[in-house]
């Protein structure tokens, strides 16, 4: 019986679904509990999840798993909730980021030298609506960026949260892309995208709706232009809507992060109305498709020849959608058009976007929510 892939959470092993005791990586790249993969393999002698030939011999210990398994222990004994200047600092005063209330800071611990890289999220004129531990559980999904837990200050305005997030070296989507001289292969766009479905396909049955998808909220772990084996992405700042259910606006609304709307990429019936019930999966569903021709056109901002955001606003409500990029296959471009149907109800699912994607890279049906090469 194949293994499969449904589950999420990243600290569980995809043979046993139970957690961690002892993590091993395979010739596959993935990462199983040692005694069920020798099982398997003895039995077997193929990946569980790419059907590839495996030994019992390419297994080798995953301390980068390790690791994150006892900085999780620790963690938990603190409730996810971390003193700033005790347990984490900020290693500048100055953001590395900073807009519309949102500054990213680069951060280091002070108590735990085993523990991941990490950046500090400050959202200002936010307050979080639930506990450390539910942001820690709703990023547990290897496409959305993993919140550790909520920095505490004394010294903080009370308006604001911040989060204690780990750290991408390689940027966002759309700043590298904006930096490469030649663009990645259509597998490789196709790999990115399948991803993202992956992570937005859970955070919809969270009943979470991201409200800002474009290529600046897609983080980089690991990127290939050429090779869709060695590409990794992850989703970040989600829920950062009005009418979120993750945070309550804590401020005067024109200065809050949860105020703003991403015209650029907006839905047609966000445009047309701007209320709580307009924010849904097919709302997101439609960003994806301007966030996929933003990659595919090298990170370029959609109608960045406007500047008028009622000019924008009056095309897409009239039916225009950007051109097709040249890197853009017709197939391709055939199922960006379906994702941008003016008509909500006729886009797909993200998990029927996966789907898609994954028909076109045979490849694609085999990624694994348990792929832990990165974290």
């Keep these: 019986m194949a293994v499969q892939s449904s589950s999420i959470t990243l600290l569980y092993c995809p043979i046993t679904r139970e957690r961690f005791r002892d993590p091993v990586v395979g010739s596959d790249g993935h990462t199983y509990e040692r ?24 297994l080798r210990s995953n301390f980068v798993v390790k690791k994150l398994l006892e900085f999780e222990v620790q963690a938990k004994t603190k409730n996810y909730t971390f003193k700033l200047n005790v347990d984490v600092r900020k290693k500048h005063t100055r953001p590395l980021f900073q807009a519309h209330g949102k500054f990213i800071y680069e951060a280091e611990w002070l108590t735990n030298s085993n523990a991941p890289e990490v950046v500090i999220l400050r959202l200002a004129g936010t307050r979080a609506l639930k506990e450390a531990d539910f942001y820690v559980k709703l990023t547990n999904h290897m496409n959305i960026v993993r919140t550790f837990g909520i920095v505490e200050s004394d010294m903080e305005d009370r308006s604001s949260v911040m989060l204690l997030q780990e750290y991408a070296s390689h940027g966002d989507l759309g700043e590298l892309l904006r930096q490469q001289v030649t663009l990645p292969t259509e597998p490789v766009y196709r790999k990115i995208f399948a991803q993202i479905s992956d992570g937005m396909s859970f955070l919809s049955d969270k009943h979470i709706v991201h409200g800002d998808l474009a290529c600046r909220n897609i983080l980089v772990f690991d990127y290939h232009q050429n090779d869709p084996k060695h590409i990794l992405v992850k989703l970040t700042d989600f829920g950062l809507t009005r009418f979120s259910c993750l945070y309550e606006t804590a401020s005067v609304a024109n200065t809050a992060t949860l105020a703003i709307v991403p015209f650029r990429a907006a839905a047609p019936e966000v445009l047309r109305s701007n209320h709580r019930e307009s924010y849904t999966e097919k709302s997101d ?33 009239n039916g225009e959608r950007p051109s ?28 029927q976007l996966k789907s898609m994607l994954s028909a076109l890279n045979p490849e694609l049906k085999q990624i694994s929510r348990f792929d832990m090469r990165y974290f």
């Excluded at 069920?36 to 059907?51: A, D, N």
């Excluded at 090298?298 to 000019?311: E, F, T, V, Y």
């Excluded at 960006?336 to 699912?349: K, L, Y």
């Design 285 to 317: 569903m439609y960003s994806m498709a301007i966030l996929m021709w933003e990659a595919l056109s090298k990170g370029q901002a959609p109608w960045s020849h406007l500047n008028d955001m009622q000019q924008v606003c009056s095309k897409v409500l």
């Design 324 to 351: 097709q990029p040249l890197s853009c296959s017709d197939i391709l471009w055939r199922i960006i058009m379906e994702c941008m149907a003016d008509n909500s109800a006729q886009r797909p699912s993200f998990a």
């Design 35 to 58: 005694e069920s993969i020798i099982e398997w393999l003895h039995s077997h002698g193929t990946s569980p999840l790419t059907r590839e030939p495996m030994s019992a011999s390419s």
